[in-house]
């Protein structure tokens, strides 16, 4: 709060991209499908670990308006594989077109994503064992 009890705003750059609004809602697991011809497999193995050891602890966005999924496909199947009966989501008004952007860029992100090796080996270094973290000693 600003002198006098006003609250301060900050201004947003002109350049900054937009930032959704992302309230998180507990919704029935079945209100929401996979987006349809979504290409991405995911690592099923992987996804049942770190759900296991951890639980869902992201959300997955879903276009509103198809309640279809643009970004946590591969994590919806195996939370309802697995029993769920709900799932984390956080919706995004946004028209067809953008979704599929977005659920494409959501995919592509991670593959030309790399990791700084010596920095990995660091950063796991204090761990007694790598269960739950998806890597293993040969990582």
Not at 9 to 19: D, L, Y
Not at 41 to 47: E, V
Not at 73 to 93: I, S
Not at 104 to 116: F, G
């Amino acid at each position: 709060m600003g002198a006098g009890g006003t609250i301060q705003t900050m201004s947003t750059p002109q350049n900054a991209p937009h930032i959704h609004d992302m309230q998180i809602e507990l919704v029935p697991i079945d209100s929401v499908r996979p987006f349809p011809g979504n290409p991405r497999i995911g690592h099923r193995p992987t996804l049942d670990e770190s759900l296991g050891e951890h639980g869902m602890f992201k959300s997955i966005a879903v276009q509103r308006s198809t309640n279809r999924i643009i970004a946590g496909n591969n994590t919806w199947y195996a939370l309802k594989d697995a029993g769920a009966t709900h799932v984390a989501v956080h919706y995004l008004d946004v028209d067809d077109e953008r979704a599929l952007r977005m659920n494409l860029i959501d995919n592509r992100t991670t593959d030309k994503a790399t990791y700084d090796t010596r920095a990995l080996l660091e950063f796991t270094a204090d761990l007694d064992t790598l269960d739950g973290t998806g890597y293993d000693p040969g990582d």
